[in-house]
Structures are given as C-alpha cells and as structure tokens.
C-alpha cells in the first residue's frame, strides 16, 4: 500500500530554523513534492526531488533520500507569514496519468 | 509558469442541487487532470483522475455517478457533484501538469457547503 508519514504539528520562532520531515513507503517512486498550503487555500508548489541529494531554492531547501524512503524540507529565517500547513506529496510513476498522493500534512506555527 | 483557474470558488447551495466545478489550464494542454477533496483539517484526497476524451478513472470509494467528471477538451474539466447532500461539503481543487517533468499545478480551489 501506500503510506506517507509527517508530523502533524511544528511550532518555531521568527527567524529560527526548522526542519520537516517525511517518509514515504509507495508502490513505486518518481519524484517527492513539497507543497505550502495556506488555510482556505489551494497548495502552492515548492520543491521537488527525483534524485538523492538536497536541492535549494532561497530560504528553502529539500533533501531526498530514496534508498531510507525519507525526505525533509528546510525552511531557514522563519517569517511570520510561512505559518501554514507543508505537504509532503509522492509521485508513483512517470506515466502522465499518475497523481500524486499526499501526507497529511504539518501545520507549522511560527511565533513572534 | 503554468495556471491552472477553477471556478466557482465558493457554492452555497440546497441539499438536492447539482454543482458544477470547472478546471481549466489556462497557458498549456493537459490530457490529464486530476480532483481531489479536502476534508478540514486533512489531507488532500485523490477522487479521480480526468482523461481528455475518455472516461475518468476514480479512486476506490468515490462513487462516479454522484460525481460526474467531463473532460471534453485538452484545457477544460468539469467536476459535477450531481445531488449534493452536506456531507459533501467539502474542499474541492482540481490539478493538472504540462508535461511530464513538471509539478502539478493546483486551481485554487471550490469551497462547497450544501445546507
């Protein structure tokens, strides 16, 4: 079956770092997504990992680990406004019908 | 980058009415898409995947006579919830890509409540 697993709540501080984490145990694997969703919101796409390694993008990076069926998201100088929930999402295949299925999600809180 | 527009963005309607969602890419094609529901404070679940000229392929639990899907064209697909009751009420986003290397794309999303 499939199961992805991530934390259900974080909580940090403005400015601090945090670190998200998820593992992951899917029939097959093409690609981990890291989505921000805001509450009422549609998810908004941050990274993406095919490949063992870390990838950055600004304040925010994501490491892939395929053989541990494991990742993380980094989310470096907290801000206010990046208090929201962070999904973790896994691609089966590379066929174009393929969805992606998701976690359920961590709802960071970030503090003054 | 790729858009993807859903519309309505919030229905507030009668036990009983039928609710069409529309998903359209709106700068590249896509053969497929996919619906999921959105339950609060809960993940998204995949309902369906939507396929340009064929019939949509639906999650196991989903009934597909209740929720309609159409995708008649490489840009537009329709999501009928077909004789809502509350317990429908829900998070509905839809979601396409333009190729195989890229992300999906999310529409922002239709907030149904049936009262």
């Known amino acids: 079956g499939q199961n992805i697993d991530q934390p259900t709540e974080m909580t940090a501080t403005e400015g601090a770092i945090v670190q998200i984490n998820c593992t992951y145990q899917t029939s097959g694997f093409n690609g981990l997504f890291w989505y921000q969703q805001h509450a009422g919101e549609a998810p908004t796409f941050l990274s993406y990992?095919?490949?063992?390694g870390l990838e950055e993008k600004g304040r925010f990076s994501s490491f892939l680990s395929r053989s541990k069926g494991y990742s993380y998201l980094l989310l470096k100088e907290l801000q206010m406004k990046d208090s929201a929930s962070y999904l973790c999402a896994v691609r089966g295949s590379d066929q174009a019908g393929t969805a992606l299925i998701f976690g359920k999600g961590t709802t960071l809180s970030v503090s003054s | 980058g790729a858009v993807v527009s859903q519309h309505p963005s919030r229905v507030i309607c009668k036990s009983g009415t039928s609710v069409k969602i529309e998903c359209r890419s709106l700068?590249?094609?896509?053969?497929?898409m996919f619906w999921y529901r959105q339950f609060p404070k809960q993940s998204l679940m995949l309902m369906a995947t939507?396929?340009?000229?064929?019939?949509?392929?639906?999650e196991q639990g989903v009934e597909k006579d209740k929720f309609l899907i159409n995708h008649a064209s490489l840009t537009l697909s329709t999501l009928t919830v077909t004789s809502a009751h509350p317990e429908d009420s829900s998070f509905y986003i839809c979601?396409?890509?333009?190729?195989?290397?890229?992300?999906?794309?999310f529409g922002d999303g239709t907030r149904l409540s049936i009262l």
């Open positions: 990992n095919v490949l063992d």
């Open positions: 700068d590249f094609q896509a053969t497929t």
């Open positions: 939507s396929n340009e000229g064929s019939k949509a392929t639906y």
């Open positions: 979601s396409a890509r333009d190729s195989d290397a890229q992300p999906q794309h």
